[in-house]
């Protein structure tokens, strides 16, 4: 088991530019959530997907961000424009119906 | 809706015991814990579905009461492999609703 795959693990942009994370869950996982942590906001969650179906994206700060998971073995996570207070790490998590999450390695995005 | 956690950090030396806790304004279906350690991604210690239940996880162990709608995380003769932050997330839905986490509690095991 492979565990939860984030591409790229750093990433350092400038402002303005157009970002894509992106993340392979756990085979046979049904859930998928995207967070953000900061030192500030501590663990924030973005949104989340019930069999690739978008259930909650209540959490994503702007319309500059969107989500979209195609299929059960990827989804992404894009910032367009990308600004300085987007810095964060990112953490995709998958989980087999609500249980247990288990948490990509992260990807450390920098906004200059 | 986010969940207090308590202590904000604490400092232990080896061999002694730790708890931390979480409360919630809502009621509360179950609770997750969760640790991380510096520069790593969060890692799931246990998950409680019953009110009153207790869980444990070597010398880590967990109770919630789902009347008081708390939780509490117990490190029993703490190791210093336990030095981390620790998350609690509660779900309040009966699936998976997606977790809104604490702040976190900052545990140092000092030697």
């Known amino acids: 088991d492979a565990g939860v795959i984030q591409s790229p693990r750093h990433e350092v942009t400038e402002m303005g530019q157009e970002v894509t994370l992106r993340c392979k869950p756990i085979s046979g996982h049904d859930y998928l959530f995207w967070y953000r942590q900061t030192m500030m906001r501590g663990l924030e969650l973005l949104i989340y997907?019930?069999?690739?179906?978008?259930?909650?994206d209540s959490g994503m700060p702007e319309d500059r961000f969107s989500a979209k998971m195609p299929n059960a073995s990827f989804s992404t996570l894009k910032i367009q424009p990308s600004e300085p207070r987007d810095s964060a790490v990112y953490f995709c998590?998958?989980?087999?119906?609500?249980?247990?999450?288990?948490f990509g390695s992260g990807t450390r995005l920098t906004v200059v | 809706q986010q969940p207090v956690q308590s202590p904000q950090a604490v400092i232990l030396r080896e061999g002694e015991d730790a708890v931390i806790n979480c409360s919630s304004s809502?009621?509360?279906?179950?609770v997750h814990w969760y640790r991380q350690k510096h520069g790593e991604a969060p890692v799931f210690l246990m998950i409680?579905?019953?009110?009153?239940e207790q869980k444990g996880h070597d010398k880590i162990s967990a109770s919630f009461n789902e009347k008081k709608q708390q939780s509490s995380l117990y490190l029993t003769a703490s190791q210093l492999s336990y030095s981390g932050t620790y998350f609690c997330?509660?779900?309040?839905?009966?699936?998976?609703?997606?977790?809104?986490f604490g702040k976190g509690t900052h545990l140092i095991i000092q030697p």
């Open positions: 998590a998958s989980s087999r119906s609500g249980y247990g999450y288990t």
């Open positions: 809502k009621a509360l279906y179950s």
């Open positions: 997330g509660p779900a309040l839905g009966g699936g998976a609703d997606g977790l809104t």
């Open positions: 409680l579905l019953k009110g009153g």
């Open positions: 997907f019930n069999n690739n179906v978008p259930i909650d």
